[in-house]
């Protein structure tokens, strides 16, 4: 347990933003602490204050990122606020958590994170998947080498969610890519160990009166000809499984983003599949708070030991 609890302001009080503070309440007392709340409405910032014991409460982001009592801020607005939200945080000197989408697009992304570096900050995305335990499995069993090398990874996430207000709305980010896609290609990339594709092919369909994105694909070509797919769709139910073919099997999870289950095929025998299942967590975002609490206060010591790399 760290020696202080690290202090919590809280950016906005969407519904998103009160599964996170759900999850804080499930980890273990003294570790992460809600200091401050701020909404564009006073009364709904209070309302969340109240439910989770939040002592100030702000209308208007301005005074949460002046408060010299919080240490890091959790984004939960709609995606087109994250990009500037981000640079006024980290230039106020605190770190930064921001809900998934980080940004709208790559150029954003490699400017704050750049400027994170730069002011020795920590910024994450609130990927709460990439945490999970059957992701992490996945990941064991890949780096292990049990079942040889990677060949192919496929993962598809779909709901029909296109009448969803945000979801048409391409001037708050919207669309199949930055809402359900993201986890797909987190799928993908987390099966080939974080590797950059050497090439990516991208295919799909808009919206015809928004124009926003409703049904997406990417072919992905990584190192040694091996291959990824990532497809998502706000238009209809897809299996939301991730398939990762190996040399001497494969690793199924379904419903991989928010899912606890685990199949390993061995040598493509019928007979010869391990089903895990692992306890269902209560508040999906609590796996991501263990990780970014040891990567913030550490920070210290995880800069020192990359500038001596």
Sequence with gaps: MPEKPLKWGILSAAKICNDFLAAMTTLPAGENLPVAIAARSKKSAQEMAD?????????????????????????GTLNNFHYEWIKTILNAGK???????????????????????????????????????????MREIIRSGSLGAV?????????????VPRIKK???????????????????????????????????????DTG?????????????????????????????????TLEQGKIVLPDFWSGYKVEIHKNDKPEDVEKLEFPHQKQNSRSTLPTLLICVTKLPALEEHFNKA
């Design 170 to 208: 391409k001037e708050f980010g919207g669309g199949a890519l930055l809402d359900l896609g993201v986890y797909a290609v987190m799928g993908v990339l987390t099966g080939f160990n974080d590797e950059k594709p050497s090439k990516m092919t991208v295919t799909g369909s808009t919206d015809k």
């Design 51 to 75: 439910k989770f014991n939040i002592p100030t409460v702000y209308e208007g982001y301005d005074a949460l990122v002046e408060d010299p009592n919080v240490e890091i801020v959790y984004i």
């Design 95 to 137: 770190h930064v958590f921001c809900e998934k989408t980080l940004c709208l697009n790559a150029d954003q992304a490699k400017e704050v994170f750049a400027l994170a570096q730069s002011k020795k900050l920590f910024l994450a995305e609130a990927m709460w998947s990439r945490y999970n335990p059957n992701i992490n499995k």
């Design 212 to 244: 926003v994105d409703d049904k997406v694909e990417i072919q992905m070509e990584f190192s040694d000809g091996r291959t990824g797919i990532a497809k998502t769709s706000t238009l209809e139910q897809y299996d939301q499984t991730c398939t990762v």
């Design 151 to 163: 060949k192919t990874v496929e993962a598809n996430l779909g709901i029909d969610i296109i009448n």
